[in-house]
């Protein structure tokens, strides 16, 4: 059972492919051996979870690459920073302390990755095939590629992820080979009607259960309805990898490799069964929210992962169809590509009674950026109401998009909207 | 008594052992600036990792436990090697990265039996056998 090294992979380590590749294998061939992957296979494409600062080392082993004359050497895109750089007014961070956050973003940049800054790659050009092996970093960016996609992920993080970039390489075990990605532990919905069934926060709810009981097993999801868009698919996945450390989903009848039940479970019975039924969804989303309904409202934050250009059009239409505006803060973490796109259609003509403040290559639960911290904000993202109490010490209150921009109307807290 | 294991990352250590009966995660588990646990689940809550030798069952949590394990390592707030009953690959990631930049290497050793793991207070020390494999002297007197 232990590792057999290619000869591409000897070539690699003996410096025929230059120092940073060597080095970055070294690193890798130990976190292989660790896995008890048999064999290093090739990847097409890596996102990067590095630009987030955890301290000096952070930035030492971006710049040792770099001295190495390190270079990617497939297509690698990045995953959001501690900064936007796009609209560095909006950074509550002193001037100095933001050198070696803004040094780490570039730094990566000089090492040939894409400056995409998005925890929502899967939203760009850069989209990975069906089938195509990958090396992706970002919990909810794996799972997407996983589940909704069908390319092929570990669950990677930092300095593997980079390490795989910059060698073309990964260790060939776990989700990147097709015998790991049957499902083993089965999820039936029962009993919702059909209003519960269109709401966003069905999806959020079923995310959160599936994350606390599969741990890091393979779910399979029964009885979902057929999704509005891939943003749904999108808060499933990003609330299953926060409450758990799920890297896969099958959805039957609607991800690609879950055609029919069989096909999820690879034709074995399933491990587990649990049933989810009306009561346990209403339970978990009362367990996003510490705010009760009427506390007043400090902000609303969307787009945890990053806002699709979907999700923009329907928060935009919602925005305009309201007669009266509000100033209370809206903050949306969105792609650079996305809003690119949205400037230049001129979207946001028309929403003037609104304080919309888009954010790029970050996110706001992991970096300053909050103008007021007391109080209650108001998420429609279960992977912001997770994180952001310990992140960022805020109070949240869990609702729909709709919700959202009712309680930024009304000042508080209003649920049940639409 | 004497353990065997194998290395994830290879090296000498010596120190006293502390041993947690849950995984602990890096990050959010512990501040890197004084090597202390933080996690407030942990026993060993306040404890600083500094100079011993971290026993546990397994590691746990999210992938950026890898760079806070290497920046502890990096200011000397770290553990001097770390003993599991099962491989985790964020801690050889951490451990790896820690000595292909600075030189500084916290050896991870993964014992072949998981009930070997060693007891609070017991002094181990890791050495390098013949065949590679990691062995453990464990003494369980108190330094």
Redesign the interface.
Known sequence: MSLILHDTDKAILSGEQGPAAA?AH??LT??A????ARAMIDVSGAHI?GC?Y?????L??VE?LLALGGRVKVLTTLNVGSLDLIHPEIMLQDKVEQVPLRRLMTAHEELGCQSTYTCAPYQTMFRPRFGEQIAW?ESNAIVFANSVIGARTN??????DLCCAVTGRAPGYGLHLEENRIGEILFRLEGFNSAELERDSLFTAVGIIVGLKTGDRIPVIEGLPRPRDEDQLKGLGAAAASSGAVGMFHAVGITPEAETLADALGGREPIATFVIKPADVRHALEHLSQARDDSPLTAVCLGTPHFSRGEWDRLLALLRLSQVGSRIPIYVNTGRETLDSLNQSRSFDGVQHFDIRPVVDTCTYITAILEKLDGVVMTNSGKWAHYAP?NIGVTVAFGDMEDCVASAVAGQVVRNAR | MTLLGRF??EGEATGVALALQQPLSF??GVD?ESGRIIDPSQLALGVCLAQKILVMPSGRG???????L??TI?RGTGPRAIVMAS????I???S???R???GIVCP?VVLYKAEDLPADGDCVSITVAPDGAALLTVDPLRE
């Open positions: 080095f070294q690193i130990a976190f051996h660790s896995v008890n979870d987030l955890h301290g000096q080392v952070s030492d082993f040792r970093g669950r990677y993080g930092d300095f593997i310990s | 994830d990352v990050w959010g890197a999210s992938s950026s436990s890898s760079s806070v290497a920046e990096r491989p985790d690959p964020i050889t990631a951490g790896m990265v820690a292909s930049l600075y991870v």
